[in-house]
């Protein structure tokens, strides 16, 4: 596997249930991120870790609750989801702090029903 | 508030023209302006970015255009090819902000053979 790759590529899901998406960075990065991509909205960024430590949340819903284990991995655990969170959920990494470019992974797509 | 407007939301172009999008930003602090291509199921990835102490950038057919005064940068795709048709985002950030990007709301480029 090579850049940054995410799991499952689509997920359905009712508003009770509780699910996770998974990315992983081999890119050897340790800054990672996760943003909503909605249709009709600029992308989001919704939380940012650097070293494995939450630096940034933009504002999000208690109901996306992020896990990063490792500067490798990040996860984006969801419960209690309402339909308007039905989106593309994309990962990205990037080589530490500053201007740095992120690589973006294909993305999650998201249907709450 | 949206600090990053990007216009238009949909360009057709035709093969050999050039496409031009237009960025307008609000927070003077801004002080890295990348350009995202992203294409049908796939994430959004790096195309050329610039810094406001240089007023144009050019890599191959794409150029960047900064008008740091007015607070606009554009991107101009030369020779148009069916292969450029993507959706395209600019996006802003600045040092203090560490990683942080603001995205414009996106542009559906379709260049017609």
């Known amino acids: 596997e090579t850049g940054v790759t995410q799991t499952p590529r689509h997920l359905v899901m009712g508003m009770t249930n509780k699910k996770s998406l998974k990315c992983e960075q081999h890119?050897?990065?340790?800054?990672m991120y996760w943003y909503k991509q909605s249709a009709k909205k600029p992308l989001e960024l919704m939380f940012v870790?650097?070293?494995?430590?939450?630096?940034e949340n933009n504002s999000v819903p208690s109901r996306f609750s992020p896990e990063c284990p490792n500067s490798s991995h990040l996860f984006l655990h969801l419960h209690t989801l309402q339909p308007e969170d039905s989106a593309l959920y994309l990962c990205?990494?990037?080589?530490?702090?500053?201007?740095?470019?992120?690589?973006f992974g294909p993305g999650t797509r998201l249907t709450v029903l | 508030q949206q600090q990053v407007k990007q216009s238009p939301q949909s360009l057709i172009v035709q093969k050999g023209g050039i496409s031009i999008i237009n960025c307008a930003y609000e927070?003077?602090?801004?002080?890295?302006f990348p350009w995202y291509q992203q294409f049908p199921g796939k994430g959004p990835a790096l195309l050329i970015a610039?810094?406001?102490?240089?007023s144009e950038k050019k890599e191959g057919r794409f150029t960047i255009s900064f008008n740091k005064s007015a607070k606009q940068f554009s991107l101009h795709i030369m020779d148009s090819q069916p292969g450029d048709s993507a959706t395209y985002f600019c996006?802003?950030?600045?040092?203090?902000?560490?990683?942080?990007?603001?995205f414009g709301g996106g542009t559906r480029l379709m260049v017609k053979p």
């Open positions: 927070n003077t602090a801004f002080d890295y």
């Open positions: 990205a990494s990037s080589q530490g702090q500053g201007n740095n470019e992120q690589f």
């Open positions: 890119l050897g990065h340790n800054a």
């Open positions: 870790y650097n070293f494995k430590e939450q630096t």
């Open positions: 996006a802003a950030s600045y040092n203090n902000a560490g990683n942080m990007l603001t």
């Open positions: 610039i810094r406001p102490d240089v």
